[in-house]
């Protein structure tokens, strides 16, 4: 990993009101400032115990997300029993299958709503700055996300490019067969895949990374200890475990590096997006086929290219990427009551 240039950090005063100063500030935070993985200790509420409420109430709200979701499909299928047996389908193998719009919305669905979940629990549990949760500067980086976005759908299509000019992969994709509602499908990747992306983003490297520096300071622990469950959440080959891995790496790297989730976010769409569209125009599902030497050497130029060239970007114009927070000021000393008076001077 390239040692990263000194960048100017985001001043934001902390109050000194009693509901929302702490106490004790740890030394990073009126220094060189909090990188991603410790901006909990800028929120309302950043005791070692929050991270783990977080993750409590995100589960308990995710929950109930999913059973409102689960009692609307029951209704569907009380009026469909053809609805019934492809919810079975998909309980027993949980494949996309791109044909079929409604289970496409289903499973996706189901990972978009982790996003609300956690973002309400932060909420309640952190208190206000919930905008922490995505940069340094207290909110999404609208202008930066999409540089970095234009700067990945750029090489990706070079990439892709390349790739047809190489023999195909041995490793071939099982198709499903003519698509009649390819265009309803491709409606709904274009809509869903970016918010399914983006929540696997502020679960993966949001949630975690913070959650990981809120009780080890050094960067390294945020970015890698969420790596294997990231690679435990996706059934692929052992060739694709590691394309996911490296994936993981490098998104958690940019985020610390950048201060925000917005560099990984752009990767993450643009590759699923790929991904996706692949398998729509091919016939297949995106997480079923084996993952070949083109498919990984795909995978592994796109996100190490991506990281040079916003590695790039940031030495061209530094991000501010930390967040120095002001110490609330000391109360004013209480007279002491009953001390002697000093006699006039004669």
Known sequence: MTTPAPLTPSPLPMSASPTTASPGL????TGPGLAFHRLVFARKRSGWWTPLAVAGLGIVL???MLAVLMAFTIVIALTDPVFLDRMMT?????AFDLSDPVMLVVLLGTIVLMW???LLASLIVNGKRVGLISSAAGRLRWGWML???LVAVALSVVLTGLSLLLPADGAEATASG??????VSLVLIILLVPLQSAAEEYIFRGFLMQAIG???RHPAFAILLPVPLFVMGHLYDLLGQIGVGLFAVAAGWLTWRTGGLEAAIALHVVNNLTGFLASLAAGSDPTASETGPVSFLWSFLLVGGYVALVEGMLRRRPLP???VLTPPAPAPAAPVWGAPVPPPAP
């Open 62 to 64: 995710y929950a109930v």
């Open 90 to 94: 998909v309980a027993r193998n949980p």
């Open 321 to 323: 990427r930390t967040l």
């Open 178 to 183: 003519p698509n009649p509602l390819w265009a």
């Open 26 to 29: 740890p030394t990073d935070s």
């Open 147 to 149: 540089r970095c976005g």
């Open 214 to 216: 809120r009780w080890l």
């Open 116 to 118: 609300p979940a956690y």
